[in-house]
């Protein structure tokens, strides 16, 4: 039985990071400002020089790195990184696809487009924690049975306490067990005694921000697709499908944040599909519920598996913009609340609700029911997700009428916000 973490409140407001991007400043331009405009310009170049310095290092010394990691694991990886310096590995400040001509296969594609996503997001997150906050740890790995990975986790930061992004790219023998699975979920032409080779490729995020009144995000993208294991690489695949969605949890409730995290994730399904947003947020509040509690986990978003209603090249572009929209949808929501003050109460209060996402996540979770069950799966790659303090107190009641309980409220009865 899981026992209560350890509680480790911070309720002294912190100091204002970075000026954000002009394409997210709109948003929260009513954010009271602690530092004059020529202060938050040098703290802007500040931080260019650090992300610049970081980045500064000759390719000897990168491929040593990369090669290190590679055959030697995580241990000597990190060696390499305290004798060399910080290698971006995987998280590389680099769009991978502008390097991925438009005929490449999907895999090809997937691959890129789950990299950018992650570094996108860790740019975004590390610019929040500004000059003086905290980095992200880059982790890579590979696994034995085929594939590789990197986990990008920052813990204990100025702004978050914990925020893992992590892609997955995985290419083996599909297990028999898999197959049998899948057969389960009505997937017709596959033979549970066949050979399959499966490739899978995602990425995945979760961020808890020490602020109560800042919300945890969670997303994740992916793509499957199982080949015959004598196919040739140019015929279709035996099945191939996507999946993946969002989802904002916060600990109070404010609804011009809803909103706004709402309406740029239904943005861009209409541009695919009309039908997309209404369907995939129905399945993501019915999907992030904490039955044994009889509450959602969050205020939604959307939810999508098994996604193979459109030719791939249709899909492909559908899980792009949603992948691509993750920045716009979150970071203009942090950076509007991460300074808020707040008290202990409120600080407990997060970590009770902390404890409901760890309940589902251990729970209900499909993603870490799968995880645990695949072959060669790292645990702390699955565990990423679980926050550094939660709590569990017995049998609590917030207050009738409180800020508490109107968030209780909607995740009890969830509500339409756009």
Excluded at 230 to 242: G, I, M, R
């Amino acid at each position: 039985m899981l026992s209560a973490l350890s509680l480790a409140a911070r309720a002294a407001p912190r100091r204002a990071g970075p000026t954000a991007p002009a394409a997210l400043r709109a948003y929260s331009s009513s954010t009271s400002r602690n530092h004059n405009q020529q202060q938050q310009q040098d703290e802007q170049q500040q931080h260019r020089q650090a992300r610049s310095e970081l980045y500064r290092i000759d390719f000897d010394r990168a491929f040593a790195l990369l090669a290190v990691s590679a055959l030697a694991g995580f241990g000597a990886a990190q060696y390499a990184f305290d004798n060399f310096g910080r290698a971006p590995v995987e998280c590389e400040a680099v769009n991978p696809l502008q390097r991925i001509k438009g005929n490449a296969p999907m895999s090809t594609r997937m691959e890129a487009l789950v990299k950018k996503i992650q570094s996108d997001m860790t740019s975004a997150l590390e610019e929040l924690e500004g000059p003086s906050g905290g980095r992200f740890l880059h982790d890579s790995w590979t696994r034995k049975e085929g594939g590789f990975g990197t986990s990008c986790v920052l813990q204990d930061g100025r702004v978050f306490e914990k925020a893992g992004v992590s892609i997955s790219i995985i290419s083996s023998p599909a297990p028999k067990t898999m197959l049998a699975h899948m057969r389960a979920r009505n997937r017709e032409g596959l033979d549970p005694n066949g050979d399959y080779k499966m490739f899978v490729a995602g990425v995945s995020m979760v961020v808890h921000p020490h602020n109560p009144m800042a919300p945890t995000f969670h997303a994740n993208y992916r793509y499957f697709e199982l080949r015959k294991s004598d196919a040739k690489e140019t015929d279709p695949p035996a099945a191939a499908w996507f999946g993946g969605g969002c989802d904002l949890t916060p600990c109070y409730l404010f609804e011009e944040d809803a909103v706004h995290f709402h309406k740029v994730i239904k943005d861009a399904c209409d541009k695919h599909d009309k039908s997309y947003y209404p369907r995939f947020k129905e399945w993501c509040d019915n999907y992030f519920n904490n039955t044994h509690r009889g509450e959602r986990r969050g205020v939604g978003g959307i939810f999508f598996d098994d996604l193979e209603d459109k030719s791939p090249e249709q899909l492909y572009a559908f899980v792009s913009d949603c992948g691509n929209s993750l920045v716009k949808q979150y970071i203009p929501i942090v950076r509007k609340r991460m300074n808020m003050p707040y008290t202990q109460a409120q600080k407990e209060w997060q970590q009770l609700r902390r404890g409901r996402y760890v309940e589902f996540n251990l729970v209900h979770d499909r993603g870490t029911k799968f995880g645990l069950a695949t072959p060669g799966v790292r645990i702390e790659s699955v565990f990423m997700s679980l926050p550094l303090t939660a709590r569990w107190q017995y049998n609590h009641t917030p207050a009738p009428g409180s800020p508490e309980e109107k968030l209780l409220n909607v995740l009890k009865t969830p509500r339409e916000w756009v």
